[in-house]
């Protein structure tokens, strides 16, 4: 059986910022010979949490299960894992390659933050049925004192779509609320 893949969704409180868990289980997983093939961590507060795709051979995928039941005995952490089905593979940039049928598009707005921004364009893509590869979304003071809102979101537009039709009303949404707001295709080889 060739490479199998699994996706770790880790969180847990950082009780000492030189030696946090996440630290541990990298190295876990590649003691146990499994490759990580994307990662990404982030803290807010004092939560630290993260999302690892890695894959191995069922032996290595394995060991890690093994490994981890252990690992959790002496940690203070959540682990959700499951076996996806991998319909995308990811480069050194952790940029998704483009999918036969769908074109990556990077959407970035800045505005005066407000409850519901974050929603009204999560809601946007649903109605579109255009899948959200990526949200990011940062508040912040401005250098005059508000409080703006930058987010960035990635999606992957189906090609069977129009996107002029789809920008259309994407550029008629962010007039009506007054979004400052791009949306581009980003390249995937930098």
Same mark, same amino acid.
């Given at each position: 059986?060739?490479?199998?893949?699994?996706?770790?969704?880790?969180?847990?409180?950082v009780?000492?910022q030189?030696?946090?868990?996440?630290?541990?289980?990298?190295?876990?997983?590649?003691?146990?010979?499994?490759?990580?093939?994307?990662?990404n961590?982030?803290?807010?507060?004092?939560?630290?949490?993260?999302?690892?795709?890695?894959?191995?051979?069922?032996?290595?995928?394995?060991?890690?299960?093994?490994?981890?039941?252990?690992?959790?005995?002496?940690?203070?952490?959540?682990?959700? #894992?499951?076996? !996806?089905? %991998?319909?995308? /593979? &990811?480069? +050194?940039?952790?940029?998704?390659? *483009? =999918?036969?049928?769908?074109?990556?598009?990077?959407?970035?707005?800045?505005? #005066?933050?407000? !409850?519901? %921004?974050?929603? /009204? &364009?999560? +809601?946007?893509?649903?109605?579109? *049925? =255009?899948?959200?590869?990526k949200?990011?979304?940062?508040?912040?003071?401005?250098?005059?004192?508000?409080?703006?809102?930058?987010?960035?979101?990635?999606?992957?537009?189906?090609?069977?779509?129009?996107?002029?039709?789809?920008?259309?009303?994407?550029?008629?949404?962010?007039?009506?609320?007054?979004?400052?707001?791009?949306?581009?295709?980003?390249?995937?080889?930098?």
């Open positions: 059986m060739g490479k199998q893949y699994i996706l770790i969704n880790a969180n847990g409180a009780t000492n030189i030696n946090s868990y996440h630290i541990d289980l990298v190295a876990l997983i590649t003691d146990s010979g499994c490759n990580i093939e994307k990662v961590f982030d803290r807010t507060l004092n939560i630290l949490s993260g999302c690892i795709l890695l894959s191995g051979k069922w032996n290595e995928i394995a060991l890690l299960d093994k490994k981890l039941e252990k690992f959790l005995e002496n940690q203070n952490i959540n682990l959700d #894992i499951t076996k !996806p089905k %991998i319909t995308t /593979k &990811f480069d +050194d940039n952790s940029k998704a390659e *483009e =999918v036969i049928g769908y074109i990556p598009y990077e959407i970035q707005v800045v505005n #005066i933050d407000e !409850p519901g %921004i974050v929603n /009204k &364009f999560v +809601d946007f893509f649903a109605y579109q *049925e =255009v899948d959200i590869e949200l990011e979304a940062k508040v912040y003071e401005s250098e005059y004192g508000a409080n703006l809102i930058k987010l960035n979101i990635k999606v992957k537009v189906p090609g069977n779509l129009n996107i002029t039709s789809l920008k259309e009303q994407f550029d008629i949404m962010c007039y009506d609320e007054s979004f400052d707001a791009t949306f581009k295709v980003y390249s995937i080889s930098s």
